[in-house]
């Protein structure tokens, strides 16, 4: 039988503990979320055999699947950009999605959560090293989204996402895990009704331990647990 995804697990796990100790945190404030996405249905299954419970996507038809078929107790997180046409079928099977920057997506969030008599946790996500080819709002513009969006009454912001620049050397990144850090800081120190900053949602299979290093409370891990994917790139 192949165990590679126990291993790796077991790799993961291992690294989370120390850059936790290293930063004199501890492991259970760091959540591993197992980026699922393009893989099948018995890797998941694998993975949550092996205690597992957050599973990360970035295409709602796929999560909505995935979500339909794994045991009940596992937790999808979108983690992919959203379209407003597609929030309708998230509603319900996700714990958290990780990917709102902008006024007009949170607007159709509410409207739906709203409709289904429920309410629906976000991250902001920043595009904290301004790359053009990146979704997110910039830094500067995050408090004033944060501040429209708390005004809905049926999303809850808990924190920031950032997806940090594909980068050789992981310490390249330090910088920017840190300034979402401090942004979460800054915005939390405003008191905002309906909104905590407890979530930094930072770290892929690249630089998860410098991210956790820099503070980081979900981790989203996918070659690293699964192995390479399947496709070109997006
Ligand atoms: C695919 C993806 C990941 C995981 O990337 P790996 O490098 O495979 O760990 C993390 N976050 C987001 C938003 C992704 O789309």
């Known amino acids: 039988m192949n165990t590679y995804i126990k291993d790796n697990l077991e790799t993961v796990h291992e690294n989370i503990k120390n850059a936790a100790a290293v930063s004199k945190r501890e492991t259970s404030d760091i ?5 699922s996405k393009t893989k099948p249905l018995e890797d998941l299954l694998e993975a949550y055999r092996c205690g597992e419970r957050d599973f990360g996507e ?3 038809q796929e999560l ?25 079928y998230l509603i319900g099977k996700t714990c958290l999605i990780h990917s709102v920057d902008s006024f007009e997506l949170a607007q159709v969030i509410q409207k739906e959560a709203f409709k289904n008599n429920t309410s629906v946790d976000i991250l902001i996500e920043v595009n904290v090293a301004n790359e053009e080819t990146k979704y997110g709002v910039s830094v500067e513009e995050a408090p004033e989204l944060v501040k429209k969006i708390s005004a809905l ?16 050397e992981a310490e390249d990144n330090r910088k920017h895990f840190a300034a979402l850090k401090q942004l979460g800081i800054d915005i939390a120190k405003q008191n905002i009704d309906n909104v905590s900053m407890d979530v930094f949602s930072m770290g892929m299979t690249g630089d998860y331990c410098v991210a956790i290093e820099a503070g980081a409370t979900y981790v989203r891990v996918g070659t690293g647990i699964f192995g390479e994917r399947n496709y070109k790139r997006e």
């Open 64 to 88: 909505c699947d995935k979500f339909d078929k794994m045991p009940s107790d596992a937790r999808f997180h979108m983690i992919g950009h959203l379209q407003k046409n597609k929030v309708k």
């Open 31 to 35: 959540k591993l979320i197992a980026v």
């Open 153 to 168: 009454p049926n999303i809850k912001i808990k924190g920031l996402m950032t997806i940090a620049p594909f980068v050789e």
């Open 58 to 60: 970035n295409k709602v």
